[in-house]
């Protein structure tokens, strides 16, 4: 599984961006695609994902309501559409995958998740 992350940039408070993920070699009908992002001086975390065999979706609390997350399985693409950005929304985003559907209790963890991409850089400053 190989995964290749874009659309990062710098955008104004209050701009949106919209993240690509290009995936190849991954089982779409059963394993679970995510998006995670690392800020300086803390940890990574789980920002949303979304789970292929029946579409469920996992958001932070922190991005509920202003991100979504979207897959076009024709193109092996997941996307990250980014709405309403804040400062503090700014990090590196990675998106990751693993070959099992994933419970709802784990979708977010990092440890469930065993093929990561490089990350796109999202700066949200004025």
């Known amino acids: 599984v190989q995964l290749q992350a874009s659309g990062g940039g710098l955008v104004q408070p209050g701009g949106s961006l919209r993240l690509s993920c290009v995936v190849s070699?991954?089982?779409?009908?059963?394993?679970?695609i995510g998006w995670f992002r690392q800020a300086p001086g803390k940890e990574r975390e789980g920002v949303s994902c979304i789970r292929q065999g029946d579409g469920s979706i996992a958001y932070a609390d922190s991005v509920r309501g202003r991100f979504t997350i979207s897959r076009d399985k024709a193109k092996n693409t997941v996307y990250l559409q980014m709405n309403s950005l804040q400062p503090e929304d700014t990090a590196v985003y990675y998106c990751?995958?693993?070959?099992?559907?994933?419970?709802?209790?784990?979708?977010?963890?990092?440890?469930?998740?065993?093929?990561w991409g490089q990350g796109t850089q999202v700066t949200v400053s004025s």
């Open positions: 990751a995958a693993t070959t099992r559907g994933l419970i709802r209790s784990w979708m977010l963890a990092i440890r469930s998740y065993e093929y």
């Open positions: 070699g991954f089982p779409w009908r059963s394993g679970t």
